[in-house]
Each structure stands twice: as C-alpha cells, then as structure tokens.
C-alpha cells in the first residue's frame, strides 16, 4: 500500500534568511520614522500662524543669529514684523531677548534694540535680555527680567519669531509659567534658511519636550 506523504506547512518554502529579516525590520524602523516626522512637522506647521488675544502691554522679540553686517536675514523678519505692529501699538514695552554666540560681535538683544531705535522705536521703552543662548532661556531669562521690572506682563505678552519657532514657543513659555501668550508670525524670507530650519525644527520640538 503506498504512503501518503505528511503535509507541512513549510514544505517546499525555503525559510527567511537572517540578512532579509535585517532589511524588513529597517524598512519598518525607517517608515515609522517618517511618519513620526511627519507628525512633527505638522505640529511646526499649525502653530506658525499669528494669534494676538486682546491687547497684549509687552512684547517679546526672540533672537536669531547676528552678522558682522547687522540682523541675520531670519532675524530682520522678526524686526520687521515687529515694527509693523508696534507702529499701530507704539506704547507697548519690547523685551530683546538673545545673548551673545562665539560667531556675534554683539549681542543679538543689543543688535535688535539697535535696529529697532534706527527705525523710530523709542529707546526707553526696550528692555535686553541679553544672557540666554537658546528659547529655553530666552523665556526663563524674560519672565526673571520682566518680574524684576515690576511691569503687569502677566497675560499681557505677545512673543515675536518665525513661523516654525511658534509651536515651540507657546509649548515652552506655558512650561515657564508665561502662561498663553499672544504671537506673530514672521515670514522666513531667506528660503535655504526656512528648509532647513523645518528640518531641524521638529527634532528640536522633540528635545524641547523632553529636555527643556
């Protein structure tokens, strides 16, 4: 009588070898990653909008990087939207907040005042935080300075950057007990600049939530 053959589910597979397995469990790590960017840079997109409440008293103007020749092309954005607003709101007290880097022959709170007063904002009315050296301390260094100037700020703040720097910001500054401030959106008109910064910025929101 002939033997019937036992069936296997594997038979006539040949198993997965060692090196595929490596491959497909790159492709999944690298796929996960890119949805969890992509994630994140939808957060940096939704918060690069203005949202001013009421009529904010103080505003704070984040620092950038300065050059030999005056504010980097990021940091000119931000004056220059800064001084659109402050010409409708010309009694608000501005903060400068931005020390000085390895690369900066001054500090980008002394450049931004400067540039401010050359284009007819009173000079009395700037305050320069001028220690910090990235928006953590820019928004620790401003809540110490403005509790110092015994000024009314809470509720009162309207915070200055570019569009990808807002959700940070709004992230950090409820952290640092500003509470929920009003912002403005400056443009990124340096484009190689703006591309990189929406790489670089989601990564940043990441470290910002985990170290700041």
Request: aromatic share 6%; with cysteine.
């Amino acid at each position: 009588m002939r033997q019937k053959k036992e069936y296997h589910p594997y038979h006539g597979r040949r198993p997965m070898s060692g090196r595929k397995k490596w491959l497909i469990a790159l492709l999944i790590v690298i796929a996960a990653g890119i949805v969890a960017f992509a994630s994140l840079l939808g957060v940096v997109l939704s918060g690069a909008h203005d949202d001013v409440r009421g009529d904010p008293t103080i505003m704070i103007i984040l620092g950038c990087q300065v050059r030999s020749d005056g504010p980097s092309v990021l940091l000119q954005d931000r004056l220059d939207t800064a001084l659109d607003y402050l010409e409708d709101h010309p009694d608000m007290t501005v903060v400068a907040a931005g020390g000085q880097g390895p690369d900066e022959h001054i500090s980008e709170a002394q450049a931004m005042a400067d540039y401010l007063v050359e284009h007819g904002f009173p000079r009395d009315q700037i305050l320069l935080e001028d220690q910090s050296h990235n928006t953590s301390q820019n928004l620790v260094n401003t809540r110490n300075l403005l509790e110092e100037s015994g000024l009314d700020w809470q509720g009162n703040l309207l915070v200055v950057s570019n569009g990808f720097h807002l959700a940070r910001t709004r992230m950090l500054a409820q952290r640092y007990g500003l509470g929920e401030v009003s912002t403005l959106a400056a443009p990124s008109s340096h484009v190689p600049s703006r591309l990189m910064m929406y790489v670089r910025e989601p990564l940043a929101l990441v470290k910002s939530f985990l170290f700041d």
